[in-house]
């Protein structure tokens, strides 16, 4: 037979239960942290792109290949020059890594052809060209 202990007068009674609403808390403070910073994380920099009817890339993993507004070319954040481009590309893929190019919407064509240019002559003939969906 078990004995059961009468709580004294002033003494503190434990309480073995497990709160679950804090924990919940958390675990919800943590997804909004993690929503929030998701996008961020996102390689590449930033340029308005162009809008057109086009599929979204189903790949996270693409080498990505930017041209800002202002002619300047980036490999993922790295930038380089036209001359450089081929040789950072091929350091950068991997295998049969898909190779995605995103030019600011107001880059001159010329820009956007010299780099498929380079890149064509460097062997690499697969590359997307990203755009924003319309409206």
Known sequence: MLRTRRARR???QVDAEVRLV???D???VLLIIFMITAPILQGGVDVKLPQADAVPIE???ALIITVTAKGAIFVNK???TLDELPALVRTYARGDMPIALKGDQSVAYQHIV???GRLRRAGITDVGLMVDPEA
């Open 78 to 80: 790295t930038e380089t």
């Open 10 to 12: 002033g003494s503190i």
């Open 26 to 28: 958390i675990a919800f």
């Open 114 to 116: 010299r780099v498929l």
């Open 22 to 24: 804090n924990l919940i």
């Open 59 to 61: 790949s996270n993993d």
